[in-house]
């Protein structure tokens, strides 16, 4: 493998995304109603109807939950559901990058195709396995981007807008690593499913469609945690995370079988 | 320098290419003429090494390529039919990443020697979205000549050029064989390959004929004179074919003779048996078919 050359298509894939703003819609606006419904739900909502989110017998388990762990006792009840409610969709701000990497992804290959610029990058000695490494980067560092100026702004708001010391919350292990683990591994998974299906579809809706598949598990376990009270813990974190980056390293393998030259080169019109 | 042996290649039932046979030489300008499906553009991914041959190989100063084409592609400057660029990006940004993609050691140095060779340094700077059609072929020229490879295919590389741009693609093309690099070009463009090329492929799924333009024309038409004459030529035919002239046309005040193999011998006893029989002889020169006419015919004829 050369790094040479995953370095300079890697960089033009970077460059080429400056020259497309409105691909990032998707991830922002997942993102920014990641950031708006914990604000909506702890914040606004309560201070509109006058309602202590305290009083409410359906958030006394989320109470509970959080008096357990040690640093949180030191919150008063309403800061601490506060802390529940905002942990609890960071696994929404997950999608951001997942969106983001889907929309990235499934442009890579047939952008290159409908633009007619993929037979002179086949013709230079660029094997298939930089090629797609360098497509899978080049959405996935912009994502990963993404979800860490989401993650700073969802910060800032509880620490501007919550009670005292709920964006501490954000910052525990548990939500470092649904947001730096979880969360790449996802969009990863995302996007290299993405990328296998655009080598094999002509349309950039196609590979959507089918890399929205991720997001299914994902929304599941945000209902769970609403829903059922299931807690998100360090250990299923790095289960989820251990279990991505197998599936991704299959898909990996898989994308370079997938790709097919002279399929592309042919068949495609 | 690059050579194909008996190429063949099916899609499913379909046979595109069957047993292709020819090498291209260093110093040479090759062109594979053919009607549209006739194969051309994949056997010029064949021998790019973008595509596998079904049966058959292509070798490179004498090796076989399967199983390196990476290695013959480092070796070969492809022009794709369409210029493939990558619109947002410059035209500086454009070769730069492909001359990074071919490992070259100073990169930036050879995208200004290329960009100063094909006369763009002073667009380096803009999208190549924003650039006339010639010139973003002229940036893909520069693109496939980047990496300074010994071989260079061009697929199509004057189609829907203006005259100007078309001429200096040409130009261009007379370099490279002027550099001893072995060019070869397809194209739909006779008058072009009439000009340019040392040797032409009628291809049509199978190679029809292979030569040099004017062995081709004599293959077709055989070799023909043609005299002008003051006054109407009818009268003077019995004169010519008592020289020995077998194949005669009249045609207004011309007389179209064709001439056996070595029958050149007898233009000057053709001419003095017009000059004893009274005509005046304006102009004797030889007849050469156009490249269009030879194409139609050999297709026509499957190159019998």
């Known amino acids: ?269 | 320098m690059l050579a194909a042996d008996a190429l063949t290649k099916t899609f499913d039932a379909r046979v595109a290419v069957e047993g292709v046979t020819f090498e291209l030489a260093a110093g040479e300008i090759f062109a594979l003429v053919g009607p549209n499906g006739a194969g051309k553009t994949t056997t010029l991914r064949m021998l790019a090494g973008l595509i596998a041959p079904s049966s058959g190989s292509v070798r490179f100063r004498g090796e076989p390529m399967a199983g390196a084409a990476a290695a013959l592609r480092a070796a070969i400057g492809f022009l794709t039919e369409a210029p493939g660029l990558w619109d947002r990006l410059t035209v500086q940004q454009n070769l730069r990443v492909h001359a990074r993609l071919q490992g070259l050691p100073k990169p930036q140095q050879a995208v200004d020697a290329a960009m100063d060779l094909f006369g763009v340094r002073d667009r380096a700077g803009e999208p190549t979205a924003v650039l006339s059609k010639g010139l973003r072929q002229r940036v893909a020229l520069a693109r496939t000549l980047l990496h300074d490879p010994p071989i260079v295919l061009l697929d199509e590389p004057t189609s829907g050029l203006d005259p100007e741009s078309a001429r200096d693609v040409r130009e261009l093309v007379l370099r490279l064989r002027h550099e001893r690099r072995a060019v070869l070009i397809s194209t739909h463009n006779l008058d072009e390959v009439d000009r340019l090329a040392d040797r032409v492929a009628l291809l049509n799924t199978r190679l029809v004929a292979l030569d040099s333009p004017d062995s081709l024309r004599a293959r077709a038409f055989g070799s023909r004179v043609r005299i002008t004459l003051s006054s109407a030529s009818t009268r003077y035919v019995d004169a010519v074919r008592q020289a020995g002239a077998r194949d005669v046309r009249e045609e207004g005040h011309r007389l179209s003779i064709g001439l056996e193999p070595e029958g050149a011998q007898l233009v000057p006893a053709l001419v003095r048996a017009l000059v004893q029989a009274g005509a005046d002889v304006e102009a004797v020169e030889r007849e050469e078919a156009s490249l269009e006419q030879v194409y139609l015919r050999l297709m026509k004829d499957g190159g019998s």
Request: net charge positive; glycine share 6%.
């Open chain 1, 1 to 269: 493998m050369s790094g040479t050359r995953v370095l300079a298509l890697l960089g033009k894939e970077l460059l080429d995304l400056r020259g497309r703003p409105g691909i990032f819609l998707p991830g922002l606006l997942t993102g920014a109603i990641a950031i708006f419904l914990p604000i909506l739900v702890a914040v606004i909502i309560p201070a509109v109807t006058g309602e202590r989110l305290s009083d409410s017998a359906d958030l006394q388990i989320a109470l509970q939950l959080y008096r357990d762990q040690p640093w949180a006792r030191l919150l008063d009840p309403e800061a601490a559901i506060q802390s529940t409610l905002f942990q609890q969709f960071l696994v929404l701000l997950v999608l951001s990058p997942v969106a983001a990497a889907m929309s990235l992804a499934a442009y890579s290959v047939i952008g290159e195709k409908q633009a007619r610029s993929l037979e002179p990058l086949l013709a230079t000695p660029i094997t298939t396995f930089e090629l797609l490494l360098a497509k899978v980067l080049g959405a996935f560092l912009p994502a990963l981007a993404l979800s860490l100026a989401c993650f700073a702004v969802d910060v800032a708001a509880a620490a501007l807008l919550a009670r005292p010391g709920v964006f501490l919350a954000l910052l525990t292990p548990r939500s470092i690593g649904v947001l730096f683990l979880m969360g790449p591994m996802a969009s990863l998974t995302a996007l290299t499913l993405a990328v296998c299906v655009s080598s094999r579809v002509n349309d950039p809706r196609s590979a959507q469609q089918l890399a929205v598949l991720v997001v299914l598990p994902l929304t599941a376990l945000l209902v769970a945690q609403i829903t059922v009270g299931f807690v998100v813990t360090v250990p299923i974190i790095l289960l989820i995370t251990g279990v991505l980056a197998v599936v991704n390293a299959g898909l990996i393998r898989l994308g370079v079988s997938l790709f097919d030259r002279e399929t592309i080169l042919t068949r495609w019109k």
